[in-house]
């Protein structure tokens, strides 16, 4: 019973923005940087080669005139790749993928990426996508901050889509991904288990080729 009370208190803390707000540096015509979040932790370890798989197909389809970056979650932020086009650099990155064991750091990665990632390429739009698992998050999770951070990504038009892999209970992390994909009109599935992630991950990568 603590930890229902725990989560609705924690959902209720999450900011929903109707509609965005402000004006942005960026324009339709700007290219896009794509800053792909994974989950690197413990909890993913059995998931590994479905999500080599998923990580493959979504480069496979993503513009070549996309920047991606490759950030993972395992215990605190790594980053994998710097922004880059070049697809081979983006294929190597994901075959050298694997867990860094530990808990899964998805929010304060995620704030970070955006300080360091996005918010500095005032040329580019702004993208997440976030492939993770769910599972409990340590220490007292920044709510302030990520509420701060949507209203400014909204803002910059940013735009975000996720997939979730968990089971039956929803945890914080699928609510931060289910609030963070529904505020700026993107993407969002769960999933099970991850024997699909090739095909939803191809899905994403369409939907980011569709903006260009």
Request: aromatic share 4%.
């Amino acid at each position: 019973m603590r930890r229902r009370r725990l989560m609705v208190t924690v959902l209720a803390a999450l900011v929903l923005l109707m509609s965005p707000a402000g004006t942005t540096t960026t324009r339709a015509a700007d290219p896009l940087r794509v800053v792909l979040i994974v989950d690197s932790s413990t909890n993913m370890s059995s998931e590994l080669t479905e999500f080599r798989s998923g990580l493959h197909a979504f480069i496979d389809n993503l513009p070549d005139d996309v920047e991606l970056a490759l950030i993972s979650t395992g215990g605190q932020i790594r980053i994998r790749l710097a922004p880059t086009s070049d697809k081979v650099k983006m294929q190597q990155a994901v075959s050298r993928f694997a867990s860094d064991g530990g808990a899964n750091s998805l929010l304060d990665t995620l704030l970070e990426s955006d300080r360091r990632f996005l918010k500095p390429a005032a040329d580019r739009r702004p993208l997440f996508v976030l492939l993770t698992t769910d599972q409990p998050m340590l220490g007292e999770p920044p709510l302030y901050a990520y509420n701060n951070f949507v209203k400014d990504f909204v803002r910059r038009r940013g735009r975000a889509h996720g997939i979730v892999i968990r089971g039956t209970n929803t945890g914080l992390i699928s609510q931060i991904v289910e609030n963070l994909t529904g505020n700026t009109d993107g993407i969002y599935h769960t999933l099970v288990v991850g024997n699909s992630l090739a095909d939803h991950m191809k899905q994403v990568a369409d939907e980011v080729a569709a903006q260009q």
